[in-house]
């Protein structure tokens, strides 16, 4: 079972490196992320590291499990291998609020028939954003996804 994430900001957006392969990688990937942003760079990074080797190679779906505990997450975003590898270090961004249980029967089947996006890659510099608007509700997931989506390399870039 994998450890609960604690002593977090409620504020900060939640890293979870699953790659240990690139060190140079995984340290280009946080001096992004700490980062001022906002339009004139007038936002300090708030970010929590989970930089545990308990996590190497754990999967989505593994991931999602395990901080669905944790009631105030809607996103985490993951440095996988594909993150160190690619050149625009892109993080793998999951949605992890779970599926209302008291559905409406056809939204559901609308749901099963094309199921909403559960992931997509965004550059560390939209991190902020991307949480940012989820914790406060002004945007949806598959917004990001969408507009991620419309990327050549199917990357989100900053808004």
Same mark, same amino acid.
């Given at each position: 079972?994998?450890?609960?994430?604690?002593?977090?900001?409620?504020?900060?957006?939640?890293?979870?490196?699953?790659?240990?392969?690139?060190?140079?990688?995984?340290?280009?990937?946080?001096?992004?992320?700490?980062? &001022?942003?906002?339009?004139?760079?007038? @936002?300090?990074?708030?970010?929590?590291?989970?930089?545990?080797?308990?996590?190497?190679?754990?999967?989505?779906?593994?991931?999602?499990?395990?901080?669905?505990?944790?009631?105030?997450? &809607?996103?985490? @975003?993951?440095?996988?291998?594909?993150?160190?590898?690619?050149?625009?270090?892109?993080?793998?961004?999951?949605?992890?609020?779970?599926?209302?249980?008291?559905?409406?029967?056809?939204?559901?089947?609308?749901?099963?028939?094309?199921?909403?996006?559960?992931?997509?890659?965004?550059?560390?510099?939209?991190?902020?954003?991307?949480?940012?608007?989820?914790?406060?509700?002004?945007?949806?997931?598959?917004? @990001?996804?969408?507009?991620? &989506?419309?990327?050549?390399?199917?990357?989100?870039?900053?808004?």
């Amino acid at each position: 079972m994998l450890p609960a994430i604690v002593r977090r900001d409620e504020f900060a957006a939640v890293v979870i490196r699953t790659d240990y392969t690139d060190e140079p990688a995984w340290q280009a990937v946080v001096a992004d992320l700490m980062q &001022s942003w906002g339009e004139d760079g007038e @936002f300090e990074a708030r970010v929590h590291l989970v930089d545990d080797p308990v996590w190497a190679g754990v999967a989505p779906d593994e991931i999602r499990t395990a901080v669905s505990r944790d009631e105030t997450l &809607s996103v985490v @975003f993951v440095v996988d291998r594909v993150t160190v590898q690619s050149f625009q270090r892109a993080l793998l961004a999951l949605d992890v609020w779970g599926e209302e249980e008291d559905l409406d029967p056809m939204y559901y089947q609308e749901l099963i028939d094309s199921p909403l996006p559960r992931e997509f890659r965004t550059c560390p510099a939209a991190v902020h954003d991307v949480h940012a608007n989820l914790s406060l509700g002004n945007l949806y997931f598959e917004e @990001f996804a969408e507009a991620a &989506s419309l990327d050549p390399e199917g990357v989100l870039m900053p808004l």
